[in-house]
């Protein structure tokens, strides 16, 4: 299996950044029943405000080259639109666990 972990920093004001961030996180929660390839989604918003990371998501698929399958699914990238005007920066880390 593979997790796939992504850190969104966003742009704009506190309301701005947070109700993207919930869009995107109601868009993502839906997708588990619209990729066969994704096992699990967990989504994070921060509630720290002294920290600058706005969202993370957490992604499970059975492997590496389903992670390509994942992120080119027409409901990620519609996911991923909701908060693209607003990204300010992205991390990823993905590896495969047991």
């Not at 868009?27 to 989604?41: D, R, T």
């Not at 499970?60 to 992670?67: E, F, K």
């Not at 699914?73 to 300010?88: F, K, S, T």
């Amino acid at each position: 299996m593979v997790k796939h972990i992504v850190s969104f920093k966003l742009r704009g004001t506190d309301k701005e950044r947070r109700e993207a961030a919930e869009k995107f996180a109601e868009a993502l929660m839906s997708l588990p029943s619209q990729i066969e390839v994704l096992k699990s989604m967990e989504v994070g918003i921060n509630e720290n405000p002294a920290e600058d990371w706005d969202v993370v998501l957490t992604a499970v698929v059975p492997t590496m080259a389903d992670v390509e399958v994942y992120a080119k699914h027409p409901a990620h990238v519609a996911a991923a639109g909701i908060i693209a005007p607003l990204r300010e920066s992205r991390a990823c880390i993905d590896y495969t666990f047991d």
